[in-house]
């Protein structure tokens, strides 16, 4: 049963949840054969295993789905002023800015703790998860340098942009009107968290989002603090690359360094986990999408 019942056109009756996961399968399975057809058919200026490969189908893949869901959405009218909201005149930035620093540092001490654990479960997933790098990592790359500015701009833009669009945006509104704001928010973190294989910091970090976009009714400031994080975790990687820092890729190193996952717990988890019980909403809280549209109709009929 519907919690929230609006006399305005509702999109988030039609725009289900498994219309977008059947988008994001279907258009990947397209570019991906696409890309294997094209190869065989030496049409394609690069190997079909070029690392560049991997943030050009994560841009084409998540710009389609955006646009497929924003074109879905338009019976009824997806109107994206009142999703995405006005951005906040008085926000505090320096604030958010340090938000995003302690959910960054309780993300790499959940990583590192809960994968200390898995790593006598499942070592050999552990270590090739520990060999993954974002950046400078495309030595057989034909071009390491436009492999980089991809994968930034992927990280950077792409990711913060459609992430934010898809989870906090349309999947919260959809469950929540099914279930109310407090079980979506769980649901869309949960899933935000398995599909970045770090369930307890991502967890973390999609609440943290939703409760910005609650509060703030604006998608931009998790946008904005979304693009913050991942700049974070960029700019770590390369101040490492940079000074010749010896990467941890073996699970001996790995094991040896459970200390630095504590520490950032201990360090983050207070003031992450206070703005998260000052903030947490009612399961009646409404919904951005329904306020945002509420207030631009006010403001429309007044003379």
Do not use: C
């Given at each position: 049963m519907d919690r929230f019942n609006q006399s305005s056109?509702?999109?988030?009756?039609?725009?289900?949840?498994?219309?977008v996961l059947a988008g994001f399968v279907v258009i990947s399975a397209i570019l991906g054969l696409g890309?294997?057809?094209l190869g065989s058919l030496h049409l394609l200026p690069l190997e079909v295993?070029?690392?560049?490969?991997?943030?050009t189908l994560y841009i084409l893949v998540f710009t389609g789905l955006c646009l497929m869901i924003v074109v879905q959405g338009r019976s009824p009218a997806l109107d994206l002023r009142d999703l995405l909201g006005p951005l906040p005149r008085r926000l505090a930035w320096l604030q958010l800015l340090w938000l995003v620093v302690g959910l960054f540092l309780f993300s790499l001490g959940a990583f590192q703790v809960s994968y200390l654990g898995l790593s006598w479960v499942a070592p050999h997933l552990v270590e090739s998860t520990l060999q993954q790098s974002l950046l400078l990592s495309a030595d057989n790359a034909a071009a390491p340098r436009l492999y980089n500015s991809l994968m930034l701009f992927a990280v950077v833009v792409v990711a913060p942009v459609a992430e934010e669009f898809i989870f906090r945006g349309i999947l919260l509104h959809r469950w929540g009107l099914k279930w109310g704001v407090r079980t979506a928010?769980?649901?869309?973190?949960?899933?935000?968290?398995?599909?970045?294989?770090?369930?307890?910091?991502l967890f973390m970090f999609g609440v943290v989002m939703t409760l910005l976009y609650l509060t703030t009714r604006s998608l931009l400031v998790p946008m904005v603090a979304h693009a913050l994080n991942n700049a974070l975790a960029s700019g770590l990687e390369y101040a490492t690359q940079i000074r010749a820092l010896t990467p941890i890729h073996t699970l001996a190193d790995f094991r040896a360094s459970w200390w630095l996952g504590v520490v950032c717990l201990l360090v983050s988890a207070p003031w992450v986990l206070r703005y998260v019980v000052y903030h947490w909403p009612t399961q009646t809280t409404p919904l951005p999408y329904?306020?945002?549209?509420?207030q631009r109709l006010d403001l429309g009929s007044r003379p």
């Open positions: 056109p509702n999109p988030f009756r039609a725009l289900k949840a498994r219309w890309l294997i057809l295993g070029d690392p560049i490969l991997a943030p928010m769980v649901m869309t973190s949960v899933l935000f968290g398995l599909l970045h294989s770090n369930l307890i910091g329904f306020v945002n549209q509420s």
